[in-house]
Each structure stands twice: as C-alpha cells, then as structure tokens.
C-alpha cells in the first residue's frame, strides 16, 4: 500500500497528467479544425480525425484522474464517474491501436495492392473501418462500465478507483479470461498486422527506389512509438491479471494493489 501514498503516484503521475492535458486538449482541437479544411487524402484525414476525437476524450478525463492522484489516490467523483474514467482510459488505448492497424492496411493496401485500392470506395471504406473500431471498442469496453472499480480502504482511509481488488472473494475467472482476450485481441494481433504491413512496405519500396529511404525511416519510426506507447501496459495487464489469478484464489481477505503502467501510454501518444 505504500505506493498509493508514494511521490511516483501523488505527484510524477499527475505531473505527467497535467502536462498531456495542456498539451493534449488544444492540440487536438487544433488538429481537428485543420482537419475539417482538408478536401485530399480524404482516408487519412478520416482516420486523423478519429485519433484526434478519441485522444481528446481522453484528455478531459484527464482532470479527475488528476484530481484523484493529488488528493492522495482519494477518489471523490463517485462510481459511476470513476467508470466512466476507466473505460475512457482503456478504450482510448484500444481505439488508438486499432485506427493505427487500419491506417496500417490502408497503407499497405494503397502501395501494395494498388489496383484493388483504385477500385474501393476510399472515403466509404475508412469509415466503415473507423466504425467498426469503435463498436468493438465500445462492446468490449462494457465490463469496465458493468463491473464495480471503487473500494474504500479503511487503512488509509481513501477510496481508491480501479487500483484495488477486492480478494475477500476468490478472483473471478472473467477478469483473467477478459484481459488475457484484451491483450491478445486488443493489441497482439493488430501488433503482428501492423507489423507485416509496414515491413511488407519496407521491402516494396526499398526494391522500388532507394530515394524512399525517408519515407521507410517514418515507417520505422511509427512501429518503435507503437511498441513503446502499447506494449509495457498490455505485457503488465497481462502478467498482473495471470498473477492474482492464479496465486490469491485461497489468499486472506485482503485488498490488493492493482499495479499497471500507464506513464508509458499517456507520455508518448
């Protein structure tokens, strides 16, 4: 429990917290009324667009998650706004991944198959694809809407939002199953995609002409920030859920420190 009152929770978190808000609100607005002026590249202003709206959701929930760490991990906004926070915060990253992986295959699909992209309706095609992204993300998100996320602790007396478990009862499966899909479903797959198609890009135009060497150097740019904004979280969901999973079934009843790494996903994006 001594992290709940540590200066890496009351005070860098937060500090990282206030910087993406100043930062992140009028740069998203910005990028979105430049956005709305934009007549060419008609997919890519759809799928900036969508990046922006989701980051800028998540961006104004940024001052109760801020609130929260100042006031010592002392939740006061209530249970139905601390899911509402979780669920903001999840499906963001979620929502980030998938639009990316769809920009991902457009692009691949534009140079690599460029017939078959000639012959698609571009401007329909991205938004079904950004619709489809956020009617998973939204279905998938449910169980952070459903699922209770605030307990009080009697020592120290501060009610916490979605850091505790509760293991007075034995670890529900679900929760196991639930981020374990997360993880695979969530950022693995669209991981190996995205992969396949920018390395599928790489070599097509590296074979092409040598003077897309810039172009290969963002590419590889886009994969090392993907990695790095996604991976730690999902590898540290996964391994927490799998360790309370299996070795706090017989435990005391006790509260437990749901530890997941978030600085990673809130800095770089």
Known sequence: MGYLRSPLSTKLIPSIYILVFVVGVPANIVTLWKLSSRTKSICLVIFHTNLAIADLLFCVTLPFKIAYHLNGNNWIFGEVMCRITTLIFYGNMYCSILILTCMGINRYLATVHPFTYRKLPKRNFALLMCGLVWVTVFLYMLPFAILRQEYHLVQPEITTCHDVHNTCESP????????TSLAFFGFLIPFVVIVYCYTTLIRKLNAQDRRWMRYIKAILLIL?????CFAPTNIILLIHH???????????????FLTILTIGQ????
């Not at 090392?224 to 790095?228: A, D, E, N």
């Not at 070795?247 to 005391?252: K, L, Y």
């Open 172 to 179: 529900s499966p679900f929760q196991f199953y639930y981020f």
């Open 224 to 228: 090392v920030i993907f990695t790095i």
């Open 242 to 256: 799998a360790n309370y999973y299996y070795n706090n079934r017989n435990s005391d009843c006790i509260v437990k």
């Open 266 to 269: 809130t800095t770089f994006k």
